[in-house]
């Protein structure tokens, strides 16, 4: 089974850009991953489908100053234009047979 | 526009049990395998239960195996999740999630699920 896993916390200045990463553990490198954001006291929300290719599909809606990369095991979350609604955690998702994985999730501050 | 909307969280003694419910709309309920995933207090996401669309085939994480029991309703575009032998550490904000190519693309507001004597 996938493990996912994160950083903590992240944190960056109004309108400027940050990357978040969730590794793949090994053996899983390949996989495909979902990003989603959970704003304070909100259900989390799709953000968007990434392949190790670094293509990936955002949800209905998503702005476009989300966008997404990858490398090896790492699959990245970048925001550019930081806004203050942006902060929130973020957590990746994966699954492998019969069994779904999130990540521990990161903390966003926006500064 | 997809929604889902849970029910049936509640405060419950350890040991005791309770069904959630999501009631969808604005999709092929039918045509779409659903999850369970929860968040306990200040904790992060955690996956719970799949179903796939027809509802043939069930999953689930290994802490609930055996006491948890995934379940669906097409015909009234319902979810449900049975919750038996509950334990304090059941205790969690309990979202049901639609799936598109693999992933949980839609998510409902959430249901309280709080085990304590």
């Known amino acids: 089974q996938p493990v996912l896993t994160q950083s903590s916390s992240a944190s960056a200045s109004l309108g400027s850009s940050v990357k978040l990463t969730c590794s793949l553990s090994s053996g899983h490198t390949g996989y495909i991953i979902a990003w989603h954001q959970q704003q304070p006291g909100k259900a989390p929300r799709y953000l968007m489908r990434?392949?190790?290719?670094?293509?990936?599909n955002k949800g209905s809606g998503i702005p476009d100053r989300f966008s997404g990369s990858s490398s090896g095991p790492d699959r990245y979350l970048t925001i550019s234009n930081l806004q203050s609604e942006d902060e929130a955690d973020y957590y990746c998702?994966?699954?492998?047979?019969?069994?779904?994985?999130f990540g521990g999730g990161t903390k966003l501050t926006v500064l | 526009e997809v929604q889902l909307l849970e029910s049936g969280g509640d405060l419950i003694q350890p040991g005791g049990s309770l069904r959630l419910s999501c009631a969808a709309s604005?999709?092929?309920?039918?045509?779409?395998?659903m999850i369970w995933a929860r968040q306990a207090p200040g904790e992060g996401l955690e996956w719970v239960s799949a179903i796939n669309a027809d509802g043939s085939a069930t999953y689930y994480v290994a802490s609930v195996k055996g006491r948890f029991t995934i379940s669906r309703d097409n015909s009234m575009n319902a979810l449900y999740l049975q919750m038996n032998s509950l334990r304090a550490d059941d205790t969690a904000i309990y979202y049901c999630a639609k799936l598109t190519s693999s992933f949980s693309t839609h998510w409902g507001q959430g249901t309280l699920v709080t085990v304590s004597s």
């Open positions: 990434l392949e190790g290719s670094g293509t990936y």
């Open positions: 604005g999709f092929t309920f039918s045509s779409s395998p």
């Open positions: 998702e994966t699954w492998d047979s019969n069994a779904r994985v």
